[in-house]
């Protein structure tokens, strides 16, 4: 079938998380994509957990792509990152600004040899400001922005989100700014550089906190939840821990607590309010424990949403995955991989009326396995390239 980005090349010599994904989603919807890897290889591949060697984050990452492995230190390597550059459509870099410059890979060189060039640069802090070149991590990025503040105990050091939030976002960022340059092109001819960064990935994300701690309303009387707060665990019954709530609907807050046998804390004056609610969450999931304890998530669910509250089980990945609404969307499908084996991945999150993207089957690349083939794409010969291997400055698979 025909999908959205047939016919497009990407060159993608970043490592890691963001552009990675970013020229994965971009293969998803028919693009050839083209990896380069140090002599090294990507860094991601030596991040477990494994599968016989392989690093499961690696193979999830890198589906569907030509690997090429060349040292861009050598300025053999180099030339042949520029000769690639000069057939694209999309170059993606993902290096500490000031880096690429240094390699002679930066936008003004390649794109005057290319017009067209969709150049994406994905760094650290941004190219711009006195963080511009300082290395960051996703670590780095979530203490910088705060997102620490929601998790652990006020008695503990803050925790950090439990996968790469920031990353992810700055790949869909990278992946939604090079589409639009895309479109764009179709009518000027002309390329541009795209710029996103982990810092500008994840404020992007933070509208809620711009709202609520910047506007001066009733808010105010109450901040996000910071450092002393504790975590907010739900509620818990006989088999699951959920959140729920009514907003407003006080009368329907105190029918509630009637049916669970526990009108008292229907009119408590901790609790008959929403914003007392909202306040006194610890205090009012420990009350209504014992109340709760009887009923199954199922049967509360049925009684809050017919009385008009809003009800949601808090599920672990295990229970998120094979809940009957994540089944319904067919999201999580299998691959085979030749040295992996069978592993679960995560489907395309598109639907659309006429097909434009699909989850590729093509498993990740070893290490230069696609290096000859693609340099004798480029009009390398046999004998050059293989001088090339014995120096160094590429190599094939192992």
């Not at 057939?87 to 003004?108: K, M, Q, W």
Request: charged share 20%; net charge negative.
């Amino acid at each position: 079938m025909d999908l959205a980005l047939d016919g497009i090349t990407v060159v993608d010599i970043s490592q890691g998380v963001p552009g990675p994904l970013c020229s994965t989603m971009l293969g998803d919807l028919g693009a050839e994509v083209i990896k380069l890897e140090p002599p090294g290889g990507d860094w991601l591949r030596m991040v477990g957990p494994f599968t016989e060697s392989e690093s499961d984050l690696f193979i999830r990452l890198n589906r569907n792509k030509k690997g090429v492995c060349v040292n861009l230190k050598d300025r053999a390597g180099q030339d042949i990152a520029r000769r690639l550059a000069r057939a694209a459509d999309v170059f993606i870099e993902g290096y500490t600004t000031g880096v690429v410059e240094r390699l002679g890979l930066s936008y003004a060189e390649l794109s005057a040899h290319n017009r067209g060039l969709i150049y994406c640069a994905i760094s650290g802090y941004g190219s711009q400001g006195p963080l511009a070149r300082t290395p960051a991590t996703e670590l780095d990025l979530q203490a910088f922005v705060g997102k620490f503040r929601q998790l652990g105990t006020p008695d503990e050091p803050p925790l950090r989100v439990g996968f790469d939030i920031i990353s992810v976002n700055a790949a869909w960022a990278a992946c939604q700014g090079i589409l639009a340059a895309l479109y764009s092109r179709e009518s000027s001819g002309a390329g541009q550089r795209v710029e996103t960064s982990l810092l500008d990935a994840a404020v992007a994300i933070m509208q809620w906190t711009t709202a609520a701690e910047s506007n001066p309303d009733e808010w105010r009387a109450r901040p996000l939840s910071g450092y002393t707060e504790a975590p907010d665990h739900g509620f818990e019954c006989q088999d699951a821990h959920f959140l729920m709530d009514w907003g407003n609907q006080n009368d329907a807050w105190q029918v509630l607590c009637a049916t669970l046998g526990a009108p008292q804390l229907g009119t408590d004056p901790r609790f008959n309010e929403w914003f007392k609610r909202l306040n006194n969450k610890a205090e009012l999931a420990e009350a209504l424990k014992p109340f709760l304890a009887s009923w199954s998530f199922d049967d509360l669910q049925q009684l809050v949403q017919g009385m008009g509250g809003t009800i949601v089980r808090m599920n672990t990945a295990e229970t998120l995955f094979h809940s009957p609404q994540v089944e319904a969307l067919g999201m999580l499908k299998e691959l085979e991989h030749p040295v992996a084996g069978t592993y679960t991945t995560l489907d395309v999150p598109w639907l659309c009326s006429e097909p434009m993207a699909r989850l590729s089957p093509v498993p990740a690349p070893s290490l230069g396995q696609h290096t000859a083939q693609v340099l004798g794409g480029l009009g390398y010969a046999a004998d050059q390239i293989a001088q090339f291997v014995s120096a160094g400055i590429v190599a094939g698979p192992s």
